[in-house]
């Protein structure tokens, strides 16, 4: 009563969240579901009552209001999601698997439907099922982070030669996405084939100048070869690209105290702190 008409969802949704504050949930339950009622299109008010259910109800009451929800809101991602997810923690991994084949049906081309898929069938031992989505995924929603999970996942059983295959296949399609660099670097490093982890290392740095991580892992490869005038060049470098960043000093810092510099550590240190404290200024 008396509330314009442009300000009910916001005056609704108060509400309910002050009555289930206030103890009466029945309270909260009935606003939500009656703002659902006038605004069924509105996903974050379907997340709020399936929040509801999860802290104040059942899985069960929970699950029927995520059953509503994505009828309503087939778009929604997230509401998929938690369905899914619910299902899979009460032990229903066939019901998880069939909301997410729905899901894939509303949204084709959603990543995260995709690698939820994935999960699923990954962790309950149906990794040549995993594998088959991460390959239809590729071709559906061809997104970096699909190529990356998919090279992660070769890599983890065991499959390094097609985690590599898959890390040069997809650097050609995102040669901007700095975690490609670092797993491909990384799985050299762990094979102690220094020059071409510093190889990818350096087509990192040089595609992905900003990216801190792929600073201090290419330096730390040095470190392990035993060439730390190498190691602290990177990182002087890195400094130039990055003034402000503190863990390219702190890196720095260490670098000196791993090589058993401490005066050079502890001048590097004060360099470090008057030139960042400039920047906050």
Known sequence: MEVEEEDRLDTWVGDAKSAEEAG??????????YTLRVFPDRKSIWQKAAELEKVHGTRESMLAVLSRAVHHCPQAEVLWLMSA???WLAGDVSGARKTLEEAFVANPESEQIWLAAVKLEAENGELEVARELLSRARKVADTERIWMKAAVFERQQGQITAALSLLDTALTKYPKFAKLYMIKGQIHQAKT???AARAAYTAGVKACPKEVTLWVLASRLEEADGKSIKARALLD???LV?????ILWAEAVGVEERSGGSAQAKTLLSRGTFTLLLFCL
């Open 24 to 33: 009466k949930v029945g309270t909260a339950r009935a606003i939500l579901a």
């Open 85 to 87: 997810k619910e299902q």
């Open 193 to 195: 084939d220094y020059i």
């Open 237 to 239: 470098k890195s400094r």
């Open 242 to 246: 990055n003034p402000k960043n503190d």
